[in-house]
Nanobody, 124 residues
Framework: QVQLIESGGGLVQAGDSLRLSCVASGSTFSRYRVAWFRQRPGTDRWFVAAVDSRGTSSYYTDNVKGRFTIYRDDVNNMVHLLMNSLKPEDTAVYYC?????????????????WGQGTQVTVSS
């Protein structure tokens, strides 16, 4: 079992940067693949980025490539999502998710553990 808590969301202007953090407790985080998803009001939850358990491979949805970076800090049991050049369409609740098993990295049901989410609002 692992518990996830996100932080770092907030209200920013277009072009600004934010760093989201996901801290894990209850298990050794370095064993888990970790992803970020986001959900806008009235829509489904969509994949944003993922990093494998060793931190050697990362994956991004097309509309954040080159702007967002996911990386691990296993010493502190954390995964971060650095978001640069933010756009109003990045506005959403961002969720951290983790799995210790395989599965398609973009799929919601791959991930067994979820945080409560952190709100990111980007004004134009």
């Amino acid at each position: 079992q692992v518990q996830l808590i996100e932080s770092g969301g907030g209200l920013v202007q277009a072009g600004d940067s934010l760093r989201l953090s996901c801290v894990a407790s209850g298990s050794t985080f370095s064993r888990y693949r970790v992803a970020w998803f986001r959900q806008r009001p009235g829509t489904d939850r969509w994949f944003v980025a993922a990093v494998d358990s060793r931190g050697t491979s990362s994956y991004y949805t097309d509309n954040v490539k080159g702007r967002f970076t996911i990386y691990r800090d296993d010493v502190n049991n954390m995964v971060h999502l650095l978001m640069n050049s933010l756009k109003p369409e990045d506005t959403a609740v961002y969720y951290c998710a983790a799995t210790s098993s395989g599965g398609y990295y973009r799929a919601l049901d791959t991930y067994s553990y979820w945080g409560q989410g952190t709100q990111v609002t980007v004004s134009s």
